[in-house]
């Protein structure tokens, strides 16, 4: 996330809809309710705005029970949050069982910026039809709101679902909930025919294990103050001038994330990648291309300690069955490039990744020394001194305690290894005092970096951000088109260079 996200959820607990299943729409609130409803709305919108310029979080989206967007001073509240310069977005979840354009007419006419309103649109078959609650939808989308449409996985409703899905422009994400009340896990069948719906349903289905490390970006506050880290969690404080503080890490008692708004709202690459920096409005991100690091993103860090050569069985992949799944369906359904960024060697990115290989479309290999757009084109950044730099740096292996790995590629050396063991990671003097022993006339032409225990040496201006510019130029995709995620300094640069383009 770019931002940290607030979920806001007020007293209100009624509807306009009367769905048999829900039991805001059996509950109708008293005046005096629905006044202390706009109260603390109210309230929370003012604590929201006079901290937005100091504050880390730039969305916000009202999580209700029941329908909130009937209620004039919701309208207004978004509008006014929308128009402060450090949001983002905002938006709510909703039925649309209200004139869309009035609603819209009365954000516009009181400031609110359309480009910046997020609709997560939930369909009720009780209620509507599809072909009314479809052009509602096409209607927001063609006004210029983000809109993304859900419904819950009732086996009985697939073919309805199917419908809706037909009927929706295509542009427009429709996702299926996993039903609590089944009762029974669904059958191949039905998933199948779900997944088919929605690429993502998969994600319902699987066990998401509380990890509250993953939490810390998002805040759900509730109408009197009291703060959680999601709707599930428990409240941990209170106070609606200090909801935006992040006061040290919080706990949480659930044993796992049962839901989207638990799920969707953790840090990890998954969420990120499929539907952008604010995930919980749940519209996917659909990036042209995709760059990703292998240690410590896709895979876990570890040390290399591999020789150049070495025969080896491949280990394991260690890529989760959500990522996996994820890159199979950005591949596969949404057509988009996926492409590796890593100080890997392409031969060693390989063993590491031979069981998802097919996903990948190339890479920037060797830190930004190789660069690969499999069976179209291929750069290769030589080491010309190579040889010579290594003469020198051989002579210190002894003082500096490291082996030497060469990677060449048609007999001409592209990078250079400088490997210690696990426990004696390099440090910035250790690596300076090396590379003052080299001739400055070599030394001009290189660059090195250190990743823990090794010490790479490719040539200068060879990173992996030029990398991902040229894959991008040569797919004709802009840098602002495309995703990348990585966890360290070198990673940095190429991650602000796609992040420019927002996908917010």
Not at 172 to 199: C, H, Q, S
Request: charged share 30%; proline share 4%.
């Amino acid at each position: 996330m770019s931002g940290r996200m607030v979920l806001y959820r007020g007293s209100l607990k009624s509807c306009n809809y009367q769905c048999s299943y829900c039991p805001f729409s059996k509950h109708a609130m008293p005046l005096n309710e629905l006044e202390k409803d706009r109260e603390q709305w109210t309230d929370f919108v003012s604590a929201y705005a006079k901290h937005a310029e100091e504050s880390e979080h730039h969305a916000l989206m009202i999580v209700p029970y029941g329908e909130a967007l009937i209620h004039p001073w919701y309208i207004k509240g978004l509008a006014r949050v929308s128009a402060l310069a450090g949001t983002d977005a905002a938006g709510a979840q909703t039925n649309l069982g209200y004139s869309v354009k009035k609603l819209l007419d009365d954000f516009r006419n009181a400031g609110g910026i359309t480009r910046k309103l997020r609709l997560w649109a939930t369909f009720h078959p009780e209620m509507t039809t599809v072909a009314e609650f479809a052009e509602k939808c096409r209607f927001c989308m063609e006004t210029g709101v983000k809109i993304c449409v859900g419904a819950v996985g009732v086996p009985e409703h697939t073919d309805l679902l199917m419908q809706l899905r037909k009927a929706l422009p295509e542009e427009i994400y429709l996702w299926v909930n996993k039903m609590d009340g089944l009762g029974r896990p669904y059958t191949d069948e039905e998933k199948t025919a779900f997944a088919d719906i929605d690429p993502y349903f998969f994600r319902e289905l699987l066990e998401h294990r509380q990890e509250v490390t993953e939490c810390q970006k998002r805040i759900f506050v509730q109408g009197d103050g009291k703060r959680r880290l999601c709707n599930l969690s428990g409240a941990f404080d209170s106070g609606r001038e200090t909801f935006l503080a992040q006061n040290g890490m919080h706990g949480c008692k659930k044993k796992r994330c049962s839901c989207y708004l638990a799920y969707g709202g953790r840090e990890n690459l998954q969420n990120e990648m499929l539907f952008g920096p604010y995930p919980l409005f749940r519209i996917p991100r659909r990036p042209k291309a995709v760059f990703l690091d292998i240690d410590g993103t896709l895979l876990p860090k570890k040390s290399v300690g591999r020789k150049t050569g070495e025969k080896k069985k491949a280990e394991p992949d260690g890529i989760s069955e959500e990522l996996r799944t994820g890159l199979k369906v950005l591949a596969e359904r949404e057509r988009t490039l996926l492409f590796l960024a890593t100080a890997r060697p392409y031969e060693e990115a390989y063993k590491r990744l031979e069981n998802i290989w097919q996903l990948f479309a190339g890479g920037v290999f060797a830190g930004g020394a190789h660069v690969l757009w499999k069976g179209r084109k291929e750069q290769v950044y030589f080491l010309e001194e190579g040889e010579e730099c290594l003469q020198y740096l051989k002579l210190f292996q002894e003082q500096f305690r490291f082996r030497v790995l060469v990677y060449r590629k048609d007999g001409r050396c592209y990078k250079i290894t400088l490997l210690r063991a696990g426990k004696k990671p390099w440090d910035v003097e250790e690596a300076d005092a090396l590379m003052e022993q080299v001739p400055v006339a070599v030394r001009k032409r290189v660059q090195y970096f250190i990743e823990e225990n090794c010490m790479q040496i490719t040539r200068n201006g060879a990173d992996k951000a030029g990398g991902v510019r040229l894959l991008c130029k040569w797919s004709g995709i802009s840098p602002k088109e495309a995703f990348a995620a990585g966890d360290s300094a070198l990673d940095a640069q190429m991650i602000e260079m796609c992040a420019a383009g927002g996908c917010i």
